[in-house]
T-cell receptor, first 110, second 117 residues
Framework: GQNIDQPTEMTATEGAIVQINCTYQTSGFNGLFWYQQHAGEAPTFLSYNVLDGLEEKGRFSSFLSRSKGYSYLLLKELQMKDSASYLCAVCTGGGNKLTFGTGTQLKVEL | DTGVSQNPRHKITKRGQNVTFRCDPISEHNRLYWYRQTLGQGPEFLTY????????KSRLLSDRFSAERPKGSFSTLEIQRTEQGDSAMYLCASSPHTTDRAGNTIYFGEGSWLTVV
C-alpha cells in the first residue's frame, strides 16, 4: 500500500524558517513532489526530488533521503503569503501517478 | 493563459443528476490526470491518459464515473446519478512525456467544485 505522513498543522513567525517533514512508504518510487495550495485554489508546483540531497530554489529548499523514506521542505524568510497547505506527493508507477499526503496547513503569524 | 483550464469552476446539482467536467491541458502535454480532493485531504488519483489512451483507473472510480480524451487533447469527466458523497473538487493535471526531469513536473488546473444537494 501507499502511506505518506506529514504534520497536520504548523505555525511559524514571519521572517523565520520552517521545516515541513514528510515520511513515506510506497510501492515504487519515481520521485517526490512538494506543492503549495491556498484555500480553494489548485496545487502549485514547488519542487521535485528524485535523487538524494538538497534542491534549492530561492526561499524554498527540498531534501530527499530515499533510504529513509524521508523528505522535508524548508521555507526561509517566511512571508504572510506563505500561509497555505503544503502537500507532499510521491510519484509511483508508470505514468507518474501521484500519491499525496493529507497536507500540512502552515500559518504564518506576525 | 497557457495553463491547465477546467470548466465549469463550480457546479451545484441535485442528487441523481449527471454532471460533466471538461479539462483542457497545457498544449503539447500528452499526459492528463484526474484527481479528486475533499476538504482537509490531499488529492486522490482517479485516472490518467497518455494521449487518447486511458492507461490507469483507480478503484475510487466507480462505474458511475467515466472519463474520455477522444482526440488526445481535452478530456471530460462525467459522473452519472450523482450522490452526496461525490461532492468534492475535481482537479485535472497535465504533464509532458519526456525522459528528462522536466518531464516529471505535473501541473494542476484550478479545479471544478461539485456540490450535490
Amino acid at each position: 500500500g501507499q502511506n505518506i505522513d506529514q504534520p497536520t498543522e504548523m505555525t511559524a513567525t514571519e521572517g523565520a524558517i520552517v521545516q515541513i517533514n514528510c515520511t513515506y512508504q510506497t510501492s515504487g518510487f519515481n520521485g517526490l513532489f512538494w506543492y503549495q495550495q491556498h484555500a480553494g485554489e489548485a496545487p502549485t508546483f514547488l519542487s521535485y526530488n528524485v535523487l538524494d540531497g538538497l534542491e534549492e530554489k530561492g526561499r524554498f529548499s527540498s531534501f530527499l533521503s530515499r533510504s529513509k523514506g524521508y523528505s522535508y521542505l524548508l521555507l526561509k524568510e517566511l512571508q504572510m503569503k506563505d500561509s497555505a497547505s503544503y502537500l507532499c506527493a510521491v510519484c509511483t508507477g508508470g505514468g507518474n501517478k501521484l500519491t499525496f499526503g493529507t497536507g500540512t496547513q502552515l500559518k504564518v503569524e506576525l | 493563459d497557457t495553463g491547465v483550464s477546467q470548466n465549469p469552476r463550480h457546479k451545484i446539482t441535485k442528487r441523481g443528476q449527471n454532471v460533466t467536467f471538461r479539462c483542457d491541458p497545457i498544449s503539447e502535454h500528452n499526459r492528463l490526470y484526474w484527481y479528486r480532493q475533499t476538504l482537509g485531504q490531499g488529492p486522490e488519483f482517479l485516472t490518467y491518459f497518455q494521449n487518447e489512451a486511458q492507461l490507469e483507473k483507480s478503484r475510487l472510480l466507480s462505474d458511475r464515473f467515466s472519463a474520455e480524451r477522444p482526440k488526445g487533447s481535452f478530456s471530460t469527466l462525467e459522473i452519472q446519478r450523482t450522490e452526496q458523497g461525490d461532492s468534492a473538487m475535481y482537479l485535472c493535471a497535465s504533464s509532458p512525456h519526456t525522459t528528462d526531469r522536466a518531464g516529471n513536473t505535473i501541473y494542476f488546473g484550478e479545479g471544478s467544485w461539485l456540490t450535490v444537494v
